[in-house]
T-cell receptor
Framework: GAVVSQHPSRVICKSGTSVKIECRSLDFQATTMFWYRQFPKQSLMLMATSNEGSKATYEQGVEKDKFLINHASLTLSTLTVTSAHPEDSSFYIC??????????????FGPGTRLTVT | GNSVTQMEGPVTLSEEAFLTINCTYTATGYPSLFWYVQYPGEGLQLLLKATKADDKGSNKGFEATYRKETTSFHLEKGSVQVSDSAVYFCALSDRGGSQGNLIFGKGTKLSVKP
């Protein structure tokens, strides 16, 4: 099946610094990638959708200048959390879609990245 | 707005027990409905889906029926195994099952004891 990886799996950074999270589709071309955020015991919340070569579309309430998303190739999207603060600590999950298959766009999810801001 | 409510866990069952995880939704129009499973240390995987009323999704012994009259999509399995231990997420897509805009429930952790 389609595999999506994320790197790093865990990261700890100091308040005020920036951290980059990578999301890669390993065996398929991802025309669309999604970034989610998950708080403890909460749902996954969609942050933004990005199509390769285009600017990301952010969900209402998500600061695009704080959460920079780049989808420069069909296999790689990056999420950069700029000037991180403790409230940005969370579990970030990406997913990727390779297009229409059997009438359905299936999303394949990465294993997630645990960000802790101290 | 659209939302998904699923029963809170954790749910602990003995092997071969019957499983039901309740899921109800609120949506305008005709959403597609999904169950995702997340095994320890792994990403979410699509378990099954249904795209219209009365559809039954099934996979790996799990099944769920899209009930428009009760706005429900309950997950069931007749006989669980230890390997079914995972977190299960109910979700809906309000754009006809197409890319993006998945709205998830909070997840239900299932633990199956031998």
């Amino acid at each position: 099946g389609a595999v999506v990886s994320q790197h790093p799996s865990r990261v700890i950074c100091k308040s005020g610094t920036s951290v980059k999270i990578e999301c890669r589709s390993l065996d398929f071309q991802a025309t669309t990638m999604f970034w989610y955020r998950q708080f403890p015991k909460q749902s996954l919340m969609l942050m933004a959708t990005s199509n390769e070569g285009s600017k990301a579309t952010y969900e209402q309430g998500v600061e695009k200048d704080k959460f920079l998303i780049n989808h420069a190739s069909l296999t790689l999207s990056t999420l950069t959390v700029t000037s991180a603060h403790p409230e940005d600590s969370s579990f970030y999950i990406c997913s990727a879609s390779g297009g229409l298959t059997l009438g359905f766009y299936e999303q394949y999810f990465g294993p997630g990245t645990r960000l802790t801001v101290t | 707005g659209n939302s998904v409510t699923q029963m809170e866990g954790p749910v602990t069952l003995s092997e071969e027990a019957f499983l039901t995880i309740n899921c109800t939704y609120t949506a305008t129009g005709y959403p597609s409905l999904f169950w995702y499973v997340q095994y320890p240390g792994e990403g979410l995987q699509l378990l099954l889906k249904a795209t219209k009323a009365d559809d039954k999704g099934s996979n790996k012994g799990f099944e769920a029926t899209y009930r428009k009259e009760t706005t429900s999509f309950h997950l069931e399995k007749g006989s669980v195994q230890v390997s079914d231990s995972a977190v299960y997420f109910c979700a809906l897509s309000d754009r006809g099952g197409s890319q993006g805009n998945l709205i998830f429930g909070k997840g239900t952790k299932l633990s199956v004891k031998p």
